[in-house]
Every structure is written in C-alpha cells, then in structure tokens.
C-alpha cells in the first residue's frame, strides 16, 4: 500500500473523547476517501472527497467530520466519540476514472 | 439496504483446487465490478476487474465472471494457493454514481488448506 499513509494505526478512546485520523497521499489522485469495516457490514463508505476543497457524505457521515484542505491529504475527524464508532478505517485514493483504490493500512479505533 | 451481497461469510478449499467466490447486486444502474483482498493488518488490495460490457476477464490464476441478466458476479482462483487465504470483497460503482463512491459487499473468507 506504498503511497497512502495512515496514522495512527491504533487508537483507544473514551466516550466523549475527541480525535482526528489523518491521511496522506503521495500519488497526486483527486479521489481520496474514508470507509469503515465492520465485522458483517463490509467496508461503508463515511466521506469522501473528488478533489482539493470539496468532500461530500457517504453512507454513514453521522458522528464524523473531514477536511481536505490539500491535495495530500484528507483527514477525519471525531468530534465526540461513541462506542458505535468502534472500527477499522480505512483510506482510499483514486485516480483516473475507473481505476483501482489505493488504501492505507487502516486505523483500529476502539472507544469505551 | 446491502447493494452488494456477498453470502457466503466463510469458504475452505483444498490447495490446488479451484476457488468460486461469489457477490450479488441489487442495483442495475451498476457497471463496473471490482474485487480486492484483504490480509489481517493491511488494508485491501485489488485483485481484478470487469465491465459490463464484458461478461468474463481473466488475469494469471484469477477469472471474474459477470452474468448481468442475473446480477451476480464471481471470482475463480485456479488453482488454489495456500497465500490466496484471506478476506475477499467484491465491489461495484458506475457512472450514475458520480464520484465512483463503490459500494462493497461484506467480504468472504477464504482459507485454503494445505
């Protein structure tokens, strides 16, 4: 997964408790992404991003914020964290039409 | 509302034998089909792909084959390694959709034994 950074690779919060996943690229795709897996729920789309300063609400934006201020990079933030907000999540990039994504390694977050 | 199905959670194959994974969709406007495996620890990588405008695309041992009539999609490992154990998820988009947001179905393990 050369290419698509993600930190932290682990993460235990509290209820309430707030925190930012980061994500960067290095292979200038338009396209970036944030998904959760859940065990049974497959991987569902949060938010995603078609380039520099636009993101838009995926399947499951409840609960999460983002930001792309840069073509680099795309991050997710969690204002106020909820057990139902334990997962793993993943990044994507994309670039031409059609092409396949390219994933970070993912972040486990657990909250208590 | 699962778009994308993938109804078998759980498949054990015997090494040299031949892997069918299976995905359904719900969704007609779909028209480009994806598969990627997944490791434990890693993120996905992709495996293979098809359009609909073909109904089989084959890439070394991989073959994925797409029956559009019948909205299902598989994917043929032959033959069976035992590093092919692992998470697979079928994956679909299409041009309807914009930004191509995939829609992934719940994946399927596969456990190949020696």
């Known amino acids: 997964n050369a290419g698509v950074t993600q930190t932290p690779k682990f993460q235990v919060l509290k209820t309430g408790q707030s925190m930012t996943l980061q994500c960067a690229q290095d292979?200038?795709?338009?396209?970036m992404y944030w998904y959760r897996q859940d065990p049974g729920m497959g991987l569902r789309l949060i938010y995603y991003?078609?380039?520099?300063?636009?993101?838009d609400k995926g399947e499951v934006p409840n609960g999460y914020n983002v930001s792309r201020l840069n073509k680099r990079e795309f991050s997710l933030r969690l204002e106020s964290a909820a057990p139902s907000q334990t997962s793993v999540y993943f990044c994507?990039?994309?670039?031409?039409?059609?092409?396949?994504?390219?994933f970070g390694n993912g972040t486990r977050l657990t909250v208590t | 509302d699962q778009q994308v199905k993938q109804n078998s959670p759980s498949l054990s194959v015997q090494e040299g034998r031949i892997s069918i994974l299976n995905c359904d969709y719900t969704?007609?406007?779909?028209?480009?089909f994806l598969w990627y495996k997944k490791y434990p620890a890693e993120g996905p990588t992709f495996l293979i792909s098809?359009?609909?405008?073909?109904d089989k695309n084959e890439d070394g041992r991989f073959t994925v084959f797409l029956n559009k009539s019948a909205k299902h999609l598989s994917l043929h490992i032959v033959p069976s390694q035992p590093g092919d154990s692992a998470v697979y998820f079928c994956?679909?988009?299409?041009?309807?959709?914009?930004?191509?947001?995939?829609?992934f179905g719940t994946g399927t393990r596969l456990t190949i034994i020696p």
């Open positions: 994507f990039t994309q670039g031409r039409y059609h092409s396949p994504l390219h």
């Open positions: 292979m200038n795709h338009n396209s």
């Open positions: 991003s078609a380039s520099e300063g636009t993101t």
């Open positions: 969704n007609s406007m779909f028209d480009y």
């Open positions: 098809i359009s609909s405008i073909k």
């Open positions: 994956a679909a988009t299409g041009v309807f959709f914009g930004n191509e947001k995939l829609t």
